[in-house]
């Protein structure tokens, strides 16, 4: 999937991923998707390849059998 930006907000990560803006701003403080603030902005802006790299790792998380 190719995205047109480099730099995603909450809400396009969001419809990206499928999910509410909410999970999105909980995925960027657990650290599970890579995002920063600028200084002058509160707004987060996320790397298109972050959206990726998440997605990637879930769909290999998800057919990786587990132990039980």
Request: charged share 20%; proline share 4%.
């Amino acid at each position: 999937m190719m995205l047109d930006k480099k730099l995603l907000t909450a809400g396009e990560a969001a419809n990206v991923l499928g999910c509410p803006v909410y999970m999105v701003y909980d995925f960027l403080h657990r650290g599970l998707l890579v995002g920063f603030k600028y200084e002058t902005s509160k707004a987060w802006r996320i790397p298109e390849d972050s959206v990726q790299n998440f997605i990637s790792q879930r769909v290999y998380n998800a057919s990786t059998p587990q132990k039980i």
